[in-house]
């Protein structure tokens, strides 16, 4: 088979489930007992997102978000939590790893076909802007997993949290 056909065929069918989460995004909601809130800001894009998680033993028993941005960052908010919901602590630390490599582009393409739906957000690997966008949600959730409340930016992404506390 053409290469580049193959490529632009994937890569409209990648685009429509994009545009499809973000027409009508999944677990678009607040949640009154959730038991982490995190406020996620990307201020490169202006995306901005809170997210709720409820964990019961260890596993992300729900899942939800609301928040304004691009329609990438609100399709990859959207893809995350359908991805991650009923998935232990573990497992959704482990997805995140695989999504990480896949959106700065180094996932090999055998490990690619476990993410499922979550593929369709490679293509943002040739965009360097992009990735801050897709990955908000998920740097979220990384925040929420690893502990109780509190903001995170993909501004110093590799650690830190946004500066303007405690200042
Ligand atoms: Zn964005």
Redesign the pocket.
């Known amino acids: 088979m053409d290469d580049g056909r193959w490529t632009a065929m994937s890569d409209a069918l990648y685009q429509e489930i994009i545009l499809e989460h973000n027409r009508k995004p999944r677990n678009f909601r607040e949640m009154a007992d959730a038991d982490r809130v995190v406020e996620g800001r990307?201020p490169t894009?202006?995306?901005s997102l809170t997210l709720w998680v409820r964990l019961v033993d260890d596993r992300v028993a729900d899942v939800s978000f609301k928040g304004q941005?691009?329609a990438?960052?609100k399709a990859s908010a959207s893809l995350m939590t359908s991805a991650v919901k009923g998935k232990t602590r573990a497992e959704a630390e482990d997805l995140f790893d695989r999504f990480h490599r896949l959106v700065t582009g180094t996932l090999p393409e055998s490990e690619q076909q476990s993410l499922g739906s979550l593929r369709a957000l490679g293509g943002v690997s040739r965009f360097p802007l992009?990735v801050?966008?897709a990955s908000?949600a998920w740097h979220a959730l990384h925040s929420a997993l690893a502990s109780q409340a509190h903001e995170v930016s993909t501004e110093g992404v590799g650690g830190d949290v946004s500066p303007g506390e405690g200042a």
């Open positions: 990307n894009c202006g995306d941005g691009c990438i960052s992009r801050k966008c908000l």
